[in-house]
Structures are given as structure tokens and as C-alpha cells.
């Protein structure tokens, strides 16, 4: 027994050493232990090395004049190089303006965080795993336990964007990633079906009341949700 613990003393430290070493993410680790730049075009221009097509910065100071930072592509393919004027694809950050969305919605006695996928969507009662149990504040949080889209290998990646209905036929009859509320698990679902939510509280798209209340208020006119006409997706909105 003296033997055998004398061992693992021995053992469980090697172990140990060698996992850190195997799954430790170092391109992080270096970068975080790198000495910072001197100024913010050396930091963007750093960005490039790690596997970035292209960075637009904007930077601006109580008082200045706005500033401008830009490296890399605007498009790769076509050899065009970013230009702090550049358009990119809003991607998953549209996921913060429907998140606000659905806030001052709460704010206005419209939605309730605490009612169900069923009670808003009841046509999804036997199609989404839970959804009785499913509250509009998990989705937000990312804590249904809905199945991620992006996961489905029937994705036809080469054909988007898709009609917003298509993606949700990926993730219908399918089962529960885990029991809501117990665990953190990203889906692009949660946010897919928060915007048909709201879509049916207003009675008109989610990307018209984002614009009205909150593009437009904050100036931002070269904001969009929207690839083309009707219910084309931008990566999620």
C-alpha cells in the first residue's frame, strides 16, 4: 500500500505536467504574454498573424477627433485590402441587438422572461424538447439545452443564406442537449427562435423594431440585418 501511494505521488504530478502541456491553447498564452505594442495600428497589424482575414478598429476619445485602424483583407479572394470604411458580416453580434430588443420589450410589460418557448410559440410544444419548461431568459443565456443548427450536418452551407424556417426544421424533433437551466451550451436556435418571438409580439419583423429603436437612435446607418428582400438571414439575426 506504502508502495503503491509512494507511486501515485510520483505518477498523478507527470500526468498532470504532460495534460497542461497537451491542452493548454498557447496561441492565447503567447499572445497574452506578449509585450503590448506602443500603438494601436502595431497591436491590429499583430491581429493578422493569428489567423484573422481582417480587422476594422475605431477608436474614440472624449474630446478627439474619432480614429481609424485597419490590417488585413476587406476581401481575400479579390486581393482587397480592409479600409476602416470596409462593410464585414455582423455575424453573431446581431445576437446584442436582439438580446436589447428583447429587453426593452421586457421593459414595456410586452414579453416576460419568465414565460415559456410553449407559451409563445405554442405550435413548438411538441416539436422543441422542454418547451414548457424553456423560459425566454434561458434562450437568452444560452441555457434551453436546444440543439445548435450549426451542428446539424445538413447545413447546406453552400446555399446560404436560407429562409429563417429552414434552419429551425434542423433542430425540431430532435432531443434536448441537457435539461434546461442546467448547464451553458451556445445555440444559434435560441436567438433564432427569440426573433420569431418577438416577430408575433409585434406583428411585424424583429429587424424593422431593431432599426426603428435602435439603429436609428444611435446614428447607425451602416448597420443592416439584412442580406436582400423578405426573410433572408444575416448570420442569425
Known amino acids: ?17 504532460l495534460c497542461t502541456v497537451a491542452f493548454t491553447p ?24 493569428h489567423h484573422v482575414d481582417g480587422v476594422i478598429v475605431y477608436v474614440e476619445k472624449k474630446g478627439g477627433k474619432p480614429e481609424f485602424y485597419s490590417a488585413g483583407w ?24 436582439i438580446a436589447a430588443a428583447t429587453a426593452k420589450l421586457v421593459n414595456a410589460k410586452r414579453l416576460s ?3 415559456t418557448l410553449a407559451d409563445y410559440l405554442p405550435e413548438l410544444a411538441g416539436r422543441i424538447e422542454n418547451a414548457n419548461r424553456i423560459t425566454l431568459r434561458m434562450m437568452l443565456q444560452h441555457r434551453s439545452g436546444i440543439p445548435d443548427f450549426i451542428d446539424d450536418p445538413k447545413l447546406p452551407w453552400s446555399d446560404l443564406p436560407i429562409i429563417s424556417s429552414g434552419f429551425l426544421k434542423l433542430v425540431l ?20 427562435l427569440i426573433g ?15 432599426k426603428k429603436e435602435i439603429l436609428d437612435t444611435l446614428g447607425l ?3 443592416y440585418g439584412l442580406l436582400g428582400i423578405g426573410q433572408r438571414l444575416l448570420c442569425w439575426i
Open 173 to 192: 424533433d430532435k432531443p434536448a442537449d441537457f435539461k434546461p437551466d442546467s448547464r451553458y451550451r451556445y445555440s444559434n436556435a435560441n436567438y433564432l
Open 26 to 49: 498557447w496561441d492565447i498564452v503567447w499572445v497574452w504574454a506578449a509585450p503590448l505594442p506602443n500603438t494601436v495600428q502595431e497591436q491590429v497589424d499583430r491581429a493578422i498573424g
Open 113 to 115: 422572461l419568465d414565460k
Open 74 to 97: 476587406k476581401n481575400r479572394e479579390n486581393k482587397i485590402i480592409a479600409d476602416p470604411h470596409a462593410l464585414f458580416k455582423i455575424a453573431s453580434i446581431s445576437k446584442l441587438y
Open 221 to 223: 446607418t451602416h448597420t
Open 1 to 17: 500500500m506504502k508502495r503503491r501511494k509512494r507511486l501515485l505521488r510520483i505518477v498523478i504530478p507527470i500526468v498532470a505536467i
Open 196 to 210: 420569431n418571438i418577438i416577430d408575433k409580439t409585434l406583428g411585424y419583423s424583429h429587424r424593422e423594431y431593431i
